[in-house]
């Protein structure tokens, strides 16, 4: 596809059918989300299990989860790119802000609620005093690494919504430039990778030591086994 560099607006794959099909495909499913974090968001206050320190984490996540959703599903305005770039460019960088925003704000909510589960069940600890610090480091942190590509304007039309763009500055390719590809590993894909692989470790650690746990009940049965008082207050 020739790139029309006529104008300081990049032409983008937008109006190529294979990208329409996936912008709609990708925003329908992400519209499935948004239900499914609505309708979870509110049984939790329904049941009123924010009462529950773990629930509220929990709860946390699937809010993150739900703006994401919604940023994905926004996207899908873009398929008229092409029809009016000077006016979806400026829109791409705010719904890219968003976008790359929320991913954080799910992927450090995640963390934290699966290190709440960590301590309790490998440690025995309560951590419900550090509530105020997850919640809040989540939402600097994904502050922080959202204002990078706006400072060093970076945000623009990725494929199938607004992230840190695909193509250079001068419109002459589809080809990253350097500090985008730098952006993209350092903001994104270096940390979900590396809390993806901690997380993974968590969980296994959690569930040998349930599993090893749940062996040794099952091995003295008969015999009365000392209930952990700090899972009621987890």
Not at 79 to 93: F, M, T
Request: glycine share 4%.
């Amino acid at each position: 596809m020739e790139i029309n560099t006529s104008n300081s607006s990049c032409v983008t794959q937008s109006d190529v059918p294979i990208y329409q099909s996936t912008m709609i495909v990708f925003s329908a499913t992400n519209g499935l989300s948004v239900v499914v974090c609505l309708f979870a968001s509110i049984l939790v206050g329904v049941l009123k299990l924010y009462k529950k320190p773990v629930y509220r984490l929990a709860l946390y996540q699937v809010v993150a989860s739900l703006t994401f959703a919604i940023a994905c599903v926004v996207g899908v305005i873009f398929i008229n790119y092409n029809k009016a770039p000077e006016v979806y460019s400026r829109l791409c960088v705010a719904v890219g802000f968003w976008y790359l925003f929320t991913q954080n704000l799910k992927l450090y909510s995640t963390l934290w609620l699966t290190f709440h589960l960590f301590c309790f069940a490998v440690f025995s600890k309560n951590m419900k005093k550090f509530e105020p610090f997850y919640v809040m480091s989540s939402l600097l942190i994904s502050v922080i690494l959202s204002i990078v590509p706006l400072i060093t304007d970076s945000y623009g039309f990725n494929g199938v919504t607004c992230w840190i763009r695909e193509q250079d500055e001068n419109c002459s390719s589809y080809r990253r430039t350097d500090i985008e590809i730098i952006e993209q590993y350092t903001l994104w894909y270096g940390p979900s990778t590396t809390l993806l692989v901690i997380e993974s470790v968590m969980l296994l650690i959690m569930v040998a030591i349930l599993v090893c746990r749940f062996r040794r009940r099952t091995k003295h049965e008969g015999t009365p086994v000392r209930e952990d008082q700090n899972w009621r207050a987890a």
